[in-house]
């Protein structure tokens, strides 16, 4: 199989608070695994992301605490940085919106949308406080959703449904601060005009249908069968990426610019761009072999994201590269997005004291346990919760249980043994350890990531039943079944052993450390062949357990901190 280049963008969060789980199994978990996996089959990886540093949620922030927008990012994109480091979040590059280099890109990416007319000037309506005197940014502003009556919908978009709104979409729309009510008022600004890019639009969606999930064509095809409008991309802000307005045709400068910027969702997605160039630092054209190859099926390009980010990906984020770029550049080609996960059942939401910090998380209970069970829980066609009672069971009677008896059974048992002789493969190991690990790597390669996990346990119940079947602990040492029986069983941990690499490497990592051998490469071909000659490698010194048991106390001691 030839190489491949294998893009992995990963969705910018907001750097106005500390991420919590339904962060990681959203985005960073999934990303993470797949990279790994790509890694490990010898393709060359680039996966980039940053702290979205603009935008109202974090002058939202910075006005409830009297600071300034600086001095909050200051503040939690290093926490950000300390959460990855912890959780082996394996980034390429991990940057920030505010860098010289990224409103650079931004800037001449607006700047080729404008000189191939795809920008226009419109006097749009903008919520405006009266009583402060002052345009307000969408997310300044609440109100009633009109499709799903949520009442705490966003100015721009509605948290509930999904829905990216229009400003007539929201009703009883009030300053998010005071609670002072606001009213629409004219401004000008500069809009992207989908509908000329509309028909590049369908033939993009509709090439790449087999390749999404159902759910996510359906809210692009969707959008498109509703019809593009014009879109808003700049605002009446002063945090954010200036307009280079003298560098505009005269038609489309902008009056009072210096109170205006890009508009976030214009501009957070060209950080997947912006930090290629930034990686290739040596100002190279490394980057280019991802986002200009010679041969575009030299390269797969991933996004990863949560469904309130699908749109932005699946239609804006396509029509920005091909506004600018037209056929030269490299656009997505599989969109991973994940659905919500909650928290006891209610969402995740830290300012009514429903949250967890996702650092106190891994450093209290460990990240492995929380990275396996956040997958295996992982919301990808539907939404997920996360419930303290289920992580302890997870790690205690399916880790602990199942996982680690497995390991801790049959290293036990050959303790003693050194595997240099022929073995003889059962035929059902055989069936089943080839079987399983297919449908791993099936699950892996369309992004399927829940499935992977299901599908590691379900080899490791297997094992267990084995073992339990021969009762390799009836048999004299000194047999000639005992070795063969526990054989099998270590050919059953060694596939384990690789199988959870791009899931747990610290997990991975110490079991081949216990049975003296692991896989610094993803096993290709006939893979009992592959398992018979590394077991001849194996050397078991004592066996330790994997995991660390979670007391079920925990649980009401957690949950007595959430207002459920």
């Known amino acids: 199989m030839d190489k491949k280049n294998i893009f992995i963008g990963v969705a910018w969060p907001y750097v106005n608070g500390d991420l ?115 345009f307000l940014p969408d997310r300044y502003v609440e109100g009633v959703c009109s499709y799903c009556g949520f009442k705490e919908a966003r100015g721009d978009q509605c948290e509930n449904c999904g829905r ?16 002072k009510p606001v009213v629409l008022k004219d401004t000008e600004h500069l809009f992207l005009d989908w509908p000329k890019l509309a028909p590049v639009l369908e033939a993009y969606v509709e090439s790449h249908k087999a390749h999404w999930k159902d ?51 214009f501009e957070a997605v060209v950080g997947y761009l912006s930090a290629a160039l930034e990686w290739d630092r040596n100002g190279g054209s490394a980057w280019r072999q991802f986002w200009y190859p010679k041969d575009k099926k030299s390269v797969v390009m991933y996004n990863f994201m949560g469904k309130d980010n699908v749109v932005f990906h699946a239609l804006f984020w396509p029509g920005q590269l091909y506004g600018a770029e037209g056929d030269k550049i490299k656009l997505p ?59 302890v069971a997870f ?87 005992y070795p063969t029986v526990v054989g099998n069983g270590m050919m059953i941990v060694l596939a384990l052993q690789f199988l959870v690499k791009p899931l747990v490497p610290g997990t991975a990592d110490k079991l081949a450390g216990l049975i003296g051998y692991g896989f610094d490469i993803w096993p290709k071909g006939e893979i009992i062949g592959v398992l018979k000659d590394a077991l001849i490698r194996v050397k078991v010194e004592k066996a330790t357990p994997l995991f660390t048991r979670i007391e079920p106390e925990i649980i009401d001691v957690e949950r007595a901190k959430l207002n459920l």
């Open 20 to 134: 919590h789980p339904g962060h990681m199994a959203g985005n960073f978990l999934p990303a993470d695994i797949f990279a790994r996996w790509q890694r490990l089959l010898g393709n060359k990886v680039l996966m980039v992301s940053g702290s979205d540093c603009f935008g109202t949620p974090i002058t939202v922030e910075a006005d409830k605490r009297n600071l300034s927008p600086r001095e909050i990012v200051d503040e939690y994109h290093p926490n950000h940085l300390r959460l990855f480091k912890l959780y082996g979040i394996s980034f390429d590059l991990y940057t920030q919106t505010t860098t010289p280099n990224h409103q650079e890109v931004v800037q001449e990416l607006f700047l080729k949308l404008a000189g191939n007319g795809y920008i226009l000037k419109k006097k749009t309506r903008q919520y405006y406080s009266p009583e402060k005197d002052q």
């Open 164 to 179: 990216v709104l229009d400003y007539s979409e929201l009703k009883q729309p009030v300053d998010k601060l005071t609670g």
């Open 215 to 265: 759910w996510i064509y359906k809210e692009a095809s969707g959008w498109l069968k509703k019809g593009l409008i014009p879109r808003a991309i700049t605002r009446d802000i002063n945090w954010g990426v200036a307009i280079p307005n003298d560098r505009l045709p005269p038609k489309l400068k902008l009056d009072n610019v210096q109170n205006k910027r890009i508009y976030v969702w």
């Open 333 to 391: 080609d599989i969109i991973s997005a994940n659905q919500y996960l909650n928290l006891e059942g209610k969402k995740f939401s830290k300012s009514r004291g429903i949250t967890i910090d996702s650092l106190y998380l891994g450093q209290t209970y460990g990240v492995d346990p929380v990275r396996f069970y956040l997958t295996y829980i992982m919301p990808e066609n539907s939404d997920a919760d996360f419930s303290w009672s289920d992580f």
């Open 395 to 481: 790690n205690n009677n399916v880790l602990i249980n199942t996982f680690g008896n497995l390991v801790n059974r049959v290293l036990k048992l050959a303790e003693p043994l050194a595997f240099e002789f022929e073995l003889l493969v059962d035929d059902e190991v055989r069936e089943k350890v080839g079987s399983l690990v297919r449908k791993a790597e099936g699950a892996l390669a369309g992004c399927r990531f829940k499935e992977y996990a299901q599908t590691i346990l379900e080899l490791a119940d297997f094992g267990n039943k084995f073992i339990d079947r021969e009762s390799p602990w009836k048999l004299p040492k000194t047999s000639e079944n």
